[in-house]
């Protein structure tokens, strides 16, 4: 993976009102090389749409994944959609983002709305070429993405939102490109972003939505390194070396536990403060120290952050999860800091055990710090971070 941009995309989805099947489908996946997103949208609504925007999105996004040409690519779909008997036409609009690692992406859009491209609070000018690929007029675009750069997929759900209610005509392109590059500009995560504009559409139509409305993002990250330490090492004369080696990483900082912060206190010489603030009675109070950006408690504040982090993971634009994100207990700010603010996760593990954790009367789950982490260290390899961990 080169080492200039990560690639962090979120998408949710209004299902018509009365409708049980949503008709627009979305396709996230990676490779080695980056991500492609796929968009389709069925037409009409309900089990037909469902079906033919499935089979879109599943189709592209499985031939592109394999190195097939897009011409292909549309072709098979052309090929494969069935029919419908009514309309005599096998229809489904569809729009295609592949962004590589060094940052060069490629747009592909029949007949949908188009992507909305903001940089600098601005939205950019999207160049596009205009050809046919079996019989459909395809638009097509090449170009960079660099860091904090905001990518908006959208069904045409979005742009109609509030039509016959609100607003007589829909709430229009024009405004959907001035509320989206407001709240990019505010660099916020694409799960945030996709929330508050799938928020907004479902206000627009008074929590009825008169079309089956999507919304996709992408963000273009640059490199962020968060470091976790947590836990004494076996052997105390290593205390100095796995702190300098903690320290040297670049990026934030987190120290988990009592034992553990005390270590960084003495071999950095610096003062641990324990915080006055107790905004959770279930979460142990935080603590500071200068050179730490989050000093917490060990076992329960971990493993509360594992729980939140699975959620989000499991979810990502569920607002009560977004909600838990931004709660100022240590676990928490963990969570946050580990699925916002970083694409390099570092671990500084010790150890040695601590009998506190086998207390019999404890309960299972609290019994060992060790299982805790290895459940953080697969959560943020799965979410796509690059993840190391050191034992001591």
Known sequence: MADNIYIDAAYKSLIKYNEELCGDNVEIVKNDNGYIVVLSDGLGSGVKANILSTLTAKIISTMLYEG????????????????????????????????????????????????????????????????????KSIKEARFKVIPDDMLVLMSDGVIYAGMGNLIN????????????????????????????????????????????????A??????????????????????????????????????????????????LKEPLVPSIEYTD????????????????????????????IREYYENPTDNNVIVKLDMKNGASLIAKMLIEECTHFYMFIGQKINPAHQNPDLPVDLSIKILILDELYNLMKKAGKIVKRNYY
């Open 218 to 267: 992408v963000k273009i990250l640059p490199k962020k390194v968060v470091s976790l330490y947590s836990g004494p090492p076996v052997d105390q004369n290593v205390d100095e070396r796995l702190v300098t080696e903690f320290m040297m990483t670049e990026g934030k900082k987190i120290v988990c536990g009592g034992s553990s912060a005390s270590i960084v206190s003495r071999v």
């Open 281 to 308: 009675p279930e979460i142990p109070p935080t603590a500071e120290m200068p050179s730490i950006d989050l000093v917490t408690e060990g076992v329960i504040t971990l493993k509360r952050a594992v729980d939140i």
């Open 68 to 135: 097939a040409s897009i011409e292909d690519t549309v072709d098979t779909i052309g090929h494969t959609l069935p029919i419908c008997n009514v309309r005599k036409v096998a229809y489904s609009t569809f729009i295609i983002l592949q962004i590589d690692y060094d940052g060069n992406a490629y747009l592909v859009e029949f007949d949908s709305p188009g992507c909305i491209f903001v940089r600098n609070k601005s939205v950019f000018n999207i160049d596009y070429d205009i050809r046919e690929i079996a019989g």
């Open 169 to 216: 005509l829909g709430w229009g392109w024009e405004n959907v490109c001035r509320f989206v590059s407001n709240k990019a500009g505010e660099k916020i995560s694409s799960a945030r972003l996709v929330n508050i504009l799938s928020q907004t559409c479902n206000q627009l139509y008074i929590n009825k939505p008169g079309d089956d409305t999507t919304v996709a």
